[in-house]
């Protein structure tokens, strides 16, 4: 039973948060590391893709594997060809685990992936408070306009799994073995690096209409955030309301940046949750917000929250590194053949085997046969 003057009382800020006391920096800490820790990846895989263009007996510079991390849809054709042969593809195989333990982590530790590690959803966070600061407030998207774009992202997601799931073994192998895909990570690189025209007018748009509406990217079109949010319905863990305590101040509502009504609730299912802590941080009342497991489960704060993530996403792929999993298995001198004919290697229309371009080089290792360590 609730005590009565729970419900009158204005107790202060300070006094709900048992979970998150003084830990309030940790999320950006994390979100900054990795934030740093991509931009250090670019320029080191930047390094990579120019000595690539050098003329042989140039020192070597090695690739950085974890950049395959931003290989999603080839992640998800690797795991797909997993699943169907037993046999893990060899040519982006960092991507492969890094996609894996990204998964895991949802379905475990729901969509944190999103709010701490990702750094376009940092990016996004910190272009909605400088939209914020610099027009005073961001407008929200009407219910119904809000609901009909949310549905864009699983449209997307929807055609990736139509176009992949259904791929038969061999159909999936020629892809990952072929040209387009060894390439994938030069190819995104050098969108960035020498983009087009009209591919920076639609960045430049992303950012500005995420400087108006908060998550703009993440909330309404990324289809790894769809993804990521349906298996963190699984999750056994997530934001608890204890109805007897609460006190109906709607302050967790307030603060949601994915607009739940956390207080209408009293377990936060929804896979737009991205395990912020920011309505476990803002409840004033001690123990009405809890992040947690099944009822009675104790409460897992920031910090311990922020550890069980970190421990997943950089522990296993270390484990599997450390296996032997983790380099491709294209040679280098495979990498300098196919960046001579870079801007002729299209994305395979059709049957794969049609589009491999006549530098296809035959000296590549067959794929890994072995299974996943
Ligand atoms: S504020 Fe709470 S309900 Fe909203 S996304 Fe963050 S953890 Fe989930
Ligand atoms: S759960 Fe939400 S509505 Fe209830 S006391 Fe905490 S902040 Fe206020």
Redesign the pocket.
Known sequence: MVPIENNLTRPTRAA?REDTAGWGWIRPAVQAGFLLFSILLGVEFGRFVSFLAQPAGVTEVSRPASVEAYLPISSLMSLTYLVKTGTAHRVHPAGLVIFCAVLISSITLRRGFCSWICPIGTLSEHLHKAGRRIFGRNPRLPVWPDRLLRLAKYTLLGFFLWAILPMPAEALKEFLDGPYNRMADVKMYLFFAEISATAAVVLVTFAALSLLIQNFWCRYLCPYGALLGLLARLSPLGVR?DPT?????????RTCPNRIQ??KTRFVASEECTACFS?VA????PQ??RFCGPKGAPSIGAPVYAALLLLLILFVPRLFASLGYWESNTPLSVYKRLYATIHAIDHPRGPVRAQAPPAAPDTIEPPWSGRAP
């Not at 305590?245 to 509502?253: E, F, G, I």
């Open positions: 709900g309301r305590r609460c006190n109906l101040c709607r302050r967790c509502d956390v207080s309505c803002s409840c004033p009342i009405a917000l």
